[in-house]
């Protein structure tokens, strides 16, 4: 079990820019959830799937949000024109089907300048 | 709206003390309450986790009581180490078909040698 992997760790980019994350869940997981964490808070939910369907969305992920995990393992979450609000951390996380607990990655720290 | 009030903040322990956090919901639908603890630069680790049938767990030096007419839930660490030095957050989810995770804003733990 080598438990639920991201890429990049890091990730510095100008306001304006896209940038795509990747999250690799754990392998026989069939929930993958998005959130964000910024200083000093506790991690915030941004979305989830069930294998290939993204079945919530929170009001936190703006039109500029979009995530996908086409083939019910890996997902990636995309940010359109970034802003300064963007930077944070972004966590993924992963659980069975029916079970509670959710495991998550080492995150993805954005800093947009 | 916060759905999960977490304290202290922060908290300074001499090594061998008991660690206590603690924490409250609001949602009677939450049935599910796990704890977290956090490094600086890794993402959250499943600490331990309770459901409201039960009003303790005890995995090793680590502790939740649970409280539901209360609603309220706590952490003790007993024997507290150096190495627990970490952010813990306590979460609540209402499992099931949603099953996304509700934090506290975190409690940073000193333990001192």
Not at chain 1, 14 to 39: A, M
Not at chain 2, 1 to 30: D, H, R
Not at chain 2, 72 to 101: E, K, R
């Amino acid at each position: 079990d080598t438990g639920v992997s991201q890429n990049p760790r890091h990730k510095i980019t100008k306001r304006g820019q896209n940038v795509t994350f990747r999250c690799d869940p754990i392998s026989e997981h069939n929930r993958l959830y998005w959130y964000r964490q910024t200083l000093g808070q506790g991690p915030e939910f941004l979305t989830y799937f069930q294998n290939e369907a993204q079945l919530e969305k929170s009001r936190l992920l703006s039109d500029r949000f979009s995530a996908e995990r086409p083939k019910g393992s890996f997902s990636t979450l995309e940010i359109q024109r970034t802003e300064q609000g963007d930077s944070a951390m972004y966590l993924c996380a992963s659980s069975y089907q029916w079970g509670y607990e959710q495991y998550f990655g080492p995150g993805t720290r954005l800093t947009v300048t | 709206q916060q759905q999960v009030k977490q304290s202290p903040q922060s908290l300074i322990v001499q090594k061998g003390g008991i660690s206590i956090i603690n924490c409250a919901y609001e949602n009677t639908a939450f049935d599910y309450f796990p704890w977290y603890q956090q490094f600086p630069g890794k993402g959250p680790a499943l600490l331990i986790a309770i459901r409201p049938d039960v009003s303790e767990k005890k995995e090793g030096r680590f502790t939740i009581s649970f409280n539901k007419s209360a609603k309220q839930f706590s952490l003790h660490i007993m024997d507290s180490q150096p190495g627990d030095s970490a952010t813990y957050f306590c979460a609540a989810s209402t499992g099931g078909s949603q099953g996304n995770l509700i934090f506290g804003k975190g409690t940073k733990l000193s333990v001192k040698p």
